[in-house]
C-alpha cells in the first residue's frame, strides 16, 4: 500500500503568484490535515478535512489560503499571491483511528 | 484547551548517554499521546504511542509512559545512538474530536560521537 504522497516536492514561485499543493492521501483514510512547517520551527495547523463533514479552518493564517478535498480523498491547498513569508514546507496527513501518516511535504520557496 | 508542551532543544549528548525528552499535556479526557520522529530531510513518522493510562509506548529502545496523574508522557532512551539525531514531537489526539491532532513545538537531539 502506497504512503500518504504530495506533489510537487519543491516549488519555487514569484512573490504575488499563485500555487496550489496536492495531498493524495491513504486510500481509505477518512481524515486528512494540512500543516505548514518553517525552517527549524514545529508544526503549524493549517486545515482539517474528517469525511463529509465542513472542515475545521482555525488554523488558516489569512484568507489567501484555502483547501479543498474532492470525493473525500486527494485534496489541495491553494496559497493566492503568495508572499516571502509563505516559505515553508507544506506537509499533509492522512490518519486511520488513532494515528496520523504523513507525507514527504512540499517545500515552497517565495522569492 | 487541549496543547502539548515539550522542553525545548537543541539537546546535545554524547553517544550511549541516557536521553530524557519531557512532554506534558493539558486536555480534558482520555486523549491518546504519540511521538513522532523526523530525521534530517525525512517527514514525519510515528515512533510510538499509547493510548490509556499507565499504557507505555516502545520503539527501537525508546519508550514513554502515559502518566494520567502528572498528564506526562516523557520520551526515554538507555543508551543513544548517533543516528538518533532528529526532531522529535509529542502529540495528542482527542478521542471524542475523532482524529483531530495537536503537536509540541518539537525537540532537536543532536547525538556526538
Known amino acids: 500500500g502506497a504512503g500518504v504522497s504530495q506533489s510537487p516536492s519543491n516549488k519555487v514561485t514569484e512573490k504575488g503568484k499563485d500555487v496550489e499543493l496536492r495531498c493524495d492521501p491513504i486510500?481509505?483514510?477518512?481524515?486528512l490535515y494540512w500543516y505548514r512547517q518553517s525552517l527549524g520551527q514545529g508544526l503549524e495547523f493549517l486545515i482539517y478535512?474528517?469525511?463529509?463533514?465542513?472542515?475545521?479552518k482555525s488554523g488558516l493564517p489569512s484568507d489567501r489560503f484555502s483547501a479543498e478535498r474532492t470525493g473525500g480523498s486527494v485534496s489541495t491547498l491553494t496559497i493566492q499571491r503568495t508572499q516571502q513569508e509563505d516559505s515553508a514546507v507544506y506537509l499533509c496527513a492522512s490518519s486511520s483511528v488513532h494515528e496520523q501518516y504523513f507525507g514527504p511535504g512540499t517545500r515552497l520557496t517565495v522569492t | 484547551g487541549n496543547s502539548v508542551t515539550q522542553m525545548e532543544g537543541p539537546v546535545t549528548l554524547s553517544e550511549e548517554a541516557f536521553l530524557t525528552i519531557n512532554c506534558t499535556y493539558t486536555a480534558t479526557g482520555y486523549p491518546s499521546l504519540f511521538w513522532y520522529v523526523q530525521y534530517p530531510g525525512e517527514g514525519l513518522q510515528l515512533l510510538l504511542k499509547a493510548t490509556k493510562a499507565d499504557d507505555k509506548g516502545s520503539n527501537k529502545g525508546f519508550e514513554a509512559t502515559y502518566r494520567k496523574e502528572t498528564t506526562s508522557f516523557h520520551l526515554e532512551k538507555g543508551s543513544v545512538q548517533v543516528s538518533d539525531s532528529a526532531v522529535y514531537f509529542c502529540a495528542l489526539s482527542k478521542p471524542y474530536n475523532f482524529n483531530k491532532f495537536y503537536f509540541g513545538s518539537g525537540t532537536k537531539l543532536n547525538v556526538k560521537p
Open positions: 486510500s481509505g483514510h477518512t481524515a
Open positions: 478535512f474528517q469525511g463529509n463533514s465542513a472542515p475545521d
